[in-house]
Nanobody
Framework: VQLQASGGGLVQAGGSLRLSCAPS????????MGWFRQAPGKEREFVAA????????TYADSAKGRFTISRDGAMSTVYLQMNSLEPEDTAVYCC?????????????????WGQGTQVTVSS
């Protein structure tokens, strides 16, 4: 059971990227999914989360208005559309899944984590 994040890369400030989080070996249809990021020398930071139904999305203040989290029709793959990227968004982005309720901004809420994808925003 794995989560694989992809879609990272190098982009200029103001540009866009779309990250994907695809499960393998299991369909996280009944799981809420979240995106977190970690920059060098900093702690892991919540970015966005989407409920199992796909109806409710939650964002960190830094992501509001710029990032959009969504799930595909089969609710297996989760996306993070990132627009108006800033150098401060540079980090490794990881996706996570949780079958429990609670605070989706808390990393401890999640049971499963994927490997990260590097996002680098140049000024």
């Amino acid at each position: 059971v794995q989560l694989q994040a992809s879609g990272g890369g190098l982009v200029q400030a103001g540009g866009s990227l779309r990250l994907s989080c695809a499960p393998s070996g299991y369909t996280y249809r009944n799981y809420a999914m979240g995106w977190f990021r970690q920059a060098p020398g900093k702690e892991r930071e919540f970015v966005a989360a989407v409920s199992a139904s796909g109806v409710t999305a939650t964002y960190a203040d830094s992501a509001k208005g710029r990032f959009t989290i969504s799930r595909d029709g089969a609710m297996s793959t989760v996306y993070l559309q990132m627009n108006s990227l800033e150098p401060e968004d540079t980090a490794v982005y990881c996706c996570a899944a949780t079958y429990s309720g609670g605070d989706y901004s808390n990393p401890g809420t999640y049971q499963y984590w994927g490997q990260g994808t590097q996002v680098t925003v140049s000024s």
